[in-house]
């Protein structure tokens, strides 16, 4: 595809993505969000925000919310959304894999449906760890490569359209393992069924991961 042919398809992608997700938000997806970022607390940061679908689910916990987005299209409707809303935030476009931010200043960072797309997820969680806080949290959700071998194949043969047709995701995506092997600590992970998408973006993982440092207890959980 031409530069401007991503252009373009980035622009209509962006358009039509809170439609594409209305049906799942509605059936319990909405939900799934609202319960973990109940968790957020203090100076947090979403990185790959979107069109700010998370915005509702902030709670009064939060003192200071910091919106990451390399999407220009996608961080105009963010920005819209923010201006017409009641959550005030602060909203930056770059990419996760290099966040302008300086060391350990957030004590919660967000991420949904996001390290399916970007270009390297490692990189991303291990600069995430880096603006966390000792003790700060990450809150994921994520939908991931199945447990299930013929659903995976199937994730796999289909990987490289999916792709395309979503906006560079990768379906078959194993971030369970991604967060695992970086600088934090898993703290808790359940399996979800995402409600009302595809079979090859609905087995999902919710949950948390822990920068250890001063004052942090937690302990290794099997990924």
């Known amino acids: 595809m031409t530069r401007l042919g ?29 319960e973990l970022l ?53 909203i930056v476009e770059a990419g996760g894999e290099q966040l302008p931010f300086a060391e350990r200043v957030f004590d919660t960072v967000v991420v949904t449906l996001v390290l399916c797309t970007t270009p390297d997820p490692a990189a991303v969680v291990r600069e995430i760890a880096r603006v966390l806080t000792p003790g700060g949290r990450l809150l994921f959700l994520e939908h991931v490569r199945s447990k299930d071998a ?36 898993l703290e808790g992970v359940r399996d979800v069924a995402l409600p009302s998408v595809g079979p090859l973006v609905r087995p999902a ?9 001063a004052g942090s207890e937690s302990r290794k959980v099997t990924p």
């Open 6 to 34: 991503r252009s373009l398809w980035e622009r209509f992608f962006s358009w039509t993505y809170d439609r594409a997700l209305r049906r799942a938000e509605e059936s319990g997806l909405r939900r799934i969000r609202a």
């Open 38 to 90: 109940s968790a957020a607390r203090g100076r947090t940061l979403e990185v790959g925000a979107g069109t700010g679908l998370n915005l509702p689910h902030y709670p009064a916990a939060v003192t200071d919310l910091a919106l990451v987005e390399p999407s220009r299209p996608m961080a105009a409707k963010l920005r819209r959304k923010v201006s017409a809303g009641s959550v005030t935030a602060r």
């Open 150 to 185: 013929r659903l995976a194949r199937w994730q796999d043969r289909l990987a490289g359209p999916w792709k395309l047709l979503a906006n560079g995701c990768h379906c078959n995506r194993d971030t369970r393992a991604i967060v695992a092997a970086s600088p934090l600590v």
């Open 205 to 213: 993982i919710v949950g948390s991961a822990v920068l250890v440092g």
